[in-house]
């Protein structure tokens, strides 16, 4: 196992900059996501680990080891890709012991290390099999066999669930953090599926246009994004951003109006604004509620998604250039057309500069929430 560390990482092509400023400390035996749209940099980034992408400046050392001149197949690493890449003329057994009979390793060991990462995987009765005889799940457990086998130090994943139906993507995240918990090595793992780096991560990169916008635990993102783009990217559905003017602003709280003219109180430090000043209040979906008058916005139903366990309704409202959208219980029988009124609980809104820079927030996370869990 090994720490891996970025400082002052960039790469270019040509005069185009791709990744700009990358500092970045991952910790032994940690479990990393990378996450952001497409085009942010995330794969890139991976494959810099890699070796795959040359890094134009900087430093990257794994294990403590200056990587930067170092190839690929020296750095103690293994990928698996999106494609699982699979010989499709050899048996799982061949196709996961292929790396090792290459690099001369003795046949006794080979085997021991094929037989160990097929009951990791649980795929110890398919190994005579072809892979064209198994499912997308049953193929990737054998991308990643083939890599278990290699005993890196550090196990590097590029969208690896990105060709699964959506049951089985459920699934193999199960499997995944059964595996780290397993083997206790340092994970990094790439998606653009923010639901994946919730569920799956110690702690989320959020990458946009070459950046690193925020690194934290899952939670800690949630609850205390630092700017817009990490706000509106963490949480499903996405938070909601309503157009707002300052009112009053203290150390304690901000008092905003809506172009509506609804007043919302905000428990934030605030002490940095002025009356007048342009800002964006924040609001996820699931913190609506539905009695109260303080805090209070009426709004007109547009449409509805009934999904069974709950009820997600979109409204249309003044300042909001996407429907504003109010995750409700399942049974709420809520109808398009319907005027509801919706409360907005002053602890659980987020406020947002002209700039996008996050107010903080005087709510805190549970001391477990707020570090990396231990590997």
């Excluded at 005069?15 to 991952?26: F, K, T």
């Excluded at 990094?188 to 959020?206: C, F, G, K, S």
């Excluded at 602890?347 to 570090?371: I, S, T």
Aim: proline share 5%; net charge negative.
């Amino acid at each position: 196992m090994a720490d891996v560390r970025l400082r002052s990482v960039a790469k270019s092509y040509g005069d185009i900059a791709v990744m700009r400023d990358i500092d970045l400390e991952i910790e032994d035996g940690e479990f990393v996501v990378f996450v952001g749209p497409s085009g942010c940099g995330k794969s890139t980034l991976l494959r810099m680990i890699a070796g795959l992408e040359e890094i134009t400046s900087g430093e990257l050392a794994i294990g403590g080891v200056r990587m930067n001149d170092v190839p690929p197949a020296e750095r103690g690493i293994a990928m698996v890709f999106q494609s699982y890449a699979l010989y499709p003329h050899m048996s799982l057994y061949d196709n996961m012991a292929f790396g090792l009979k290459l690099a001369k390793v003795p046949k006794a060991e080979i085997d021991a290390a094929v037989q160990n990462a097929a009951k990791i995987l649980h795929i110890e009765h398919l190994l005579d099999r072809k892979p064209k005889a198994l499912s997308g799940g049953q193929r990737q457990r054998v991308a990643i066999g083939r890599a278990i086998v290699r005993k890196p130090q550090v196990f590097l994943f590029d969208e690896p669930l990105s060709n699964l139906d959506a049951a089985l993507r459920v699934r193999m995240r199960y499997e995944f953090a059964k595996l780290h918990e397993q083997l206790k090595t340092t994970m990094v793992y790439v998606t653009h599926d923010q639901v994946e780096a919730m569920t799956l991560a110690d702690r989320i990169v959020v990458l946009s246009a070459g950046r690193i916008e925020q690194v934290g635990a899952p939670l800690e993102l949630y609850e205390h994004p630092v700017n817009l783009f990490v706000a509106g990217f963490i949480g499903s559905p996405k938070m909601n951003f309503i157009e707002a003017e300052i009112v009053e602003a203290s150390a304690a709280e901000a008092l905003v109006r809506l172009r509506s003219g609804a007043l919302v109180r905000v428990e934030v430090d605030a002490a940095a604004a002025r009356a007048g000043d342009r800002v964006t209040l924040g609001v996820r979906p699931e913190h609506f509620e539905r009695h109260g008058e303080a805090n209070a916005i009426d709004a007109t139903v547009s449409f509805v998604e009934s999904l069974g366990s709950t009820t997600h309704a979109y409204f249309s409202y003044p300042g909001v250039d996407d429907a504003l959208t109010c995750e409700l219980g399942g049974m709420s029988g809520v109808q398009a057309g319907q005027t509801l009124r919706l409360v907005i609980p002053p602890g659980c809104c987020h406020l947002f500069d002209a700039q996008g820079r996050a107010f903080k927030r005087h709510h805190r996370l549970p001391a477990q929430h707020a570090e990396p869990r231990a590997a």
